[in-house]
């Protein structure tokens, strides 16, 4: 019965399964992505272990469902979702924070977050400014705001919080620098600035100063030096075509300077479009 009703609940707090690309919940296997930075989400929504002696930190969860898979996936790397401490997200949408529920409950960890993405977080997308609650999930209380430019410190890991607004008014973009074979990777985990559809930049704007955030997400992300970058969406950053499973690890598979910046600028002329377009 509690199995029941468990299943009723998750069916009623997230999305029709049609509006679902299938991509987002077919597995994919676990990967080192480079050094410390693991990719362990399905075949298109990405989420990253980020490992350390003192335990790890988990960047999204995918969908609702996605707990199993993430959790299979740490466990073939020989790592244990009971060791994460803390969890991140990259944006507050439902393909990328629905589980967080639930791998917060099973494993203790803290969940932290930046101040425009919190509210979002702890009412499971209600208050999401574009989907006005036509897409939720189960909600999850924030336990630290993280402000722009810090610096996130679990044991041995650093990576700093870099604010890239207007995707969701909180998303994150985290970046950190990576030694492997006596050489300093830069390393982006980066949420693009992308439009869903029916985004409103300037009449009528989708939340008050939205415009002025992807502007200034644009700007941050094409100052950013980067060697090594990875997304939110595995179809961001070339994921299959980068990286094959079995494929073995070497610390250049994901090193993609001018792959990043194209697709900074293939948004930015998207945004540059849209406010064209609601100017008319
Ligand atoms: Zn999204």
Request: with cysteine; hydrophobic share 40%; glycine share 8%.
């Amino acid at each position: 019965m509690i199995r029941l009703i468990a299943a009723l609940s998750l069916l009623l707090m997230s999305v029709p399964a049609a509006a679902q690309p299938a991509d987002w919940s077919r597995p994919f296997p676990a990967h080192r992505v480079i050094g410390n930075l693991y990719a362990v989400g399905t075949y298109d929504l990405a989420c990253f272990l980020i490992t350390s002696d003192d335990g790890h930190i988990l960047i999204n969860t995918g969908l609702a469902g996605s707990a199993p898979l993430i959790r299979e996936n740490v466990e073939s790397l020989g790592f244990r979702l009971e060791d994460v401490r803390v969890l991140l997200t990259m944006q507050a949408h439902y393909d990328h924070a629905a589980a967080l529920a639930e791998i917060k409950k099973v494993t203790g960890a803290k969940l932290w977050a930046t101040a425009a993405d919190a509210p979002l977080l702890e009412d499971g997308g209600a208050s999401d400014p574009h989907f006005q609650g036509e897409y939720t999930f189960a909600p999850v209380p924030v336990d630290r705001v993280l402000r722009d430019g810090e610096v996130i410190e679990l044991g041995r890991i650093r990576l700093t919080l870099v604010e890239s607004p207007g995707h969701t008014p909180g998303s994150a973009t985290y970046t950190m620098t990576v030694s492997e074979n006596g050489r300093d990777y830069r390393v982006a985990i980066a949420n693009m600035g992308s439009m869903n559809p029916g985004l409103r930049l300037s009449k009528d704007p989708t939340y008050p100063g939205i415009a002025g955030d992807f502007a200034r997400t644009f700007r941050r992300q094409q100052a950013m030096e980067v060697d090594v970058w990875v997304a939110a969406h595995a179809s961001q950053y070339g994921l299959h075509d980068k990286y094959r499973p079995g494929d073995p690890y070497r610390p250049e598979t994901f090193v993609d300077p001018g792959g990043f910046r194209k697709l900074v600028a293939h948004y930015e002329k998207l945004y540059q479009e849209q406010l064209a377009a609601e100017g008319r």
